[in-house]
């Protein structure tokens, strides 16, 4: 292979992810009803039953058979197939006692008795994948669409890439179903979303070209509303108010204690905690940058929390904007307490309030420490500092509230491969992500978090 296809094989075969209904490529309805008949007429054949699973589901071989995949049939035949996402974990003390979205570790989708049948079959037998992969490429073999083209195996994959829309499945729902990578779209790794839906919309995809009999197990399947998919990260409600809820008794604390220093700290990591919240910032020592990071009277942010690249802009939500202007006044008024006894943090916190340092900086005895990074002094644990629950938390909640995902990954600084400016996707207004941080200060509303300052002046 030449080194200049070998450099750009990876994009184009992310590019062709991308697939219009259009296509010449798509396989029409009506094909894919014969094709199901075709697939269906002898339900003891092995190599008809993993077509149709590839059809079905949008995997290819190794995502239908693989040992390390949990399988199991139900009662009603119905099969329960696992896919190969992992997602991170996180353990702090608080953390822990946090109540989460996700409470099993069990992500699977639903297959069809004549899909999860040969399925079993196929893993108890132990076949080589490459023999499978062959025997159902003879199946089809000489099988064209209404356009002359082949029907592949990878042809049968490819139908979910064609039709997801069509049943208002998500592109990431697809990525679930089908056991793509899961890094294909970063957003895979922080999102919470709904068993239910997802099962639905599969549901719905599958009754394109399977008959309403091979279904109905499928549909009378019971998933509770409340079952969740995905990140382990995200808080539920709950778990959110319990997070800053801690923030607050340490700070009243601090207070009654009189001890200015450690209270400074901890008002510095709620503000910083709320404003990660509201924002999707990930955690870094130089959280928000400077005061000049904020344009637009505070309504707007510049967030640089991962390399160059994660370089975005966003709105700030009301409830947000409140409270950083809060604490602007607060170091305003805390840096008059050292004018005429320490010339050092009144320096300080002048540049902090000029932009010439970070705007969050933790307090010594001696001195303000030039970022946001040695708050274990003070609050030791994780969840105030490197824990990313806030960005799985909000995008979850925002999913839960049916945003445009698309438009979310814009918010959260996320960008697809390759993806084409006409593209009606790819190219937003500033006025969806106003929407998104309407969105956010309604959750935070809902939360109750304190939209006042916490401090005295």
Partial sequence: MSGRKQKYQGKHQKRNQKRPQSSPYRLTRSTLSELSSFLLSDPDDLTRGLALAKLATGRNMRSLVDASLDFEILSTGVGKLSNSWRYGVASSPIFDEASKLVTKDDNYILLPPCVAKPTAQARSQSIPID?????????????????????????LQRVIDFEFTTVNMTRFERDFIADRKMNDNMQNFYAAFSAKTLHKHHTDFMALFLPEDEIEAYKQTSIPDDTLFGSKKALSSHGVEYVFSQLQSALRNALIKE????????????????????T????????????GAFL?????VEIVDKSDSSARLVPVCQRARQVILHYIDYLKCYQERFRFTNTNNYQAIDDMLSGRSNLFRIQTAS????????????????????????????????????????????????????????KSSSTFRYQQLLDISERVDHIMEALALPKSSLMSK
């Fill in 280 to 291: 999707m910032h990930r955690p870094a020592p130089d959280v928000f940058r400077t005061i």
């Fill in 131 to 155: 023999i499978l992969e062959s025997r159902v490429a003879r199946l089809l073999a000489g099988k064209r669409g209404p356009s002359g083209q082949l029907i592949t195996p990878n042809a």
């Fill in 296 to 300: 637009d009277d505070f309504n707007q």
């Fill in 367 to 422: 001195t303000f420490l030039p970022n946001f990074d040695h708050l274990r002094g003070y609050l030791s644990d994780a969840v105030f500092r490197s824990i990313n629950w806030h960005r799985h938390t909000m995008a979850s909640l925002l999913i839960q509230s049916d945003v445009d995902r698309d438009v979310l990954a814009a918010f959260m600084g996320h960008r697809q491969a390759l993806d084409s400016p006409t």
């Fill in 259 to 278: 001890d200015r220093i450690a209270a400074h700290n901890i008002y510095t990591a709620y503000v910083v905690n709320l404003l990660q919240f509201a």
